[in-house]
């Protein structure tokens, strides 16, 4: 049961152009909604994260946009650099007694060319 | 500061073997989580522990243990390992305060 789907499972992207990473998630109960990268032979680290109290979080180049409605979010990464290229989850949890236990998207693998 | 360190990086197993991971992390965090990653599933949650002495199961327990003896260690166990537990282990651990994790490096499993 993957209660978040996360789109497309990878992506080339030209060095200066915008990258976009959709995510949709089926429990309204969530309330948290992070997006790690993960390097080569490295673990996920956290990289921009939203509650659902806003439509939209910037940091930098990174840009999550989030719509409660039609439960969906995405990552736009502006400019992107060959040092983006990653692999990018997106994720959701539930506060209180879920002990913050993250679900996980499919994850992105994202290759921008110089 | 070490965060999150998980032992050993790789490791070989044939099938019916055992063998523990040991994730340890020096941030006094309360929450530890043990992560199983494969591709194109992301990372599903196997165990995890909400303070010393405590385990839960996550959404893909079977074929593992765990336990969290002391605050700063969080173990996982297979008794006996099958070729479908072939994957990239992470163990992240979380603060009280915050909701973000903190990742180890991964341990890559192959069982044959």
């Known amino acids: 049961q993957q209660q978040v789907k996360q789109s497309p499972q990878s992506l080339i992207v030209q060095k200066g152009g915008i990258s976009i990473i959709n995510c949709a998630y089926e429990n309204t109960a969530f309330d948290y909604f992070p997006w790690y990268q993960q390097f080569p032979g490295k673990g996920p680290a956290l990289l921009i994260a939203i509650r659902p109290d806003v439509s939209e979080k910037k940091e930098g180049r990174f840009t999550i946009s989030f719509n409660k409605s039609a439960k969906q979010f995405s990552l736009h990464i502006m400019d992107s650099q060959p040092g983006d290229s990653a692999t990018y989850f997106c994720a959701a949890s539930i506060g209180g007694t879920s002990y913050g236990k993250l679900t996980f998207g499919q994850g992105t693998i994202l290759t921008v060319h110089p | 500061n070490a965060g999150v360190t998980q032992t050993p990086k790789f490791r070989v197993l044939k099938t019916g073997q055992s063998m523990t991971l040991l994730c340890a992390q020096d941030?006094?965090?309360?929450?530890m989580y043990w992560y199983r990653q494969d591709p194109g599933m992301g990372l599903r949650l196997i165990h995890y522990?909400?303070?010393?002495?405590?385990?839960a199961k996550g959404e893909v327990p079977d074929g593992y243990n765990v336990s969290r003896l002391k605050k700063q260690n969080f173990l996982l166990g297979l008794e006996s390992a099958a070729p479908s537990q072939t994957s990239v282990y992470f163990c992240?651990?979380?603060?009280?305060?915050?909701?973000?994790?903190?990742f180890g490096s991964g341990t890559r499993l192959t069982v044959v």
């Open positions: 522990s909400v303070g010393e002495g405590t385990t």
């Open positions: 941030m006094n965090h309360e929450y």
């Open positions: 992240a651990s979380r603060g009280g305060t915050g909701p973000g994790y903190t």
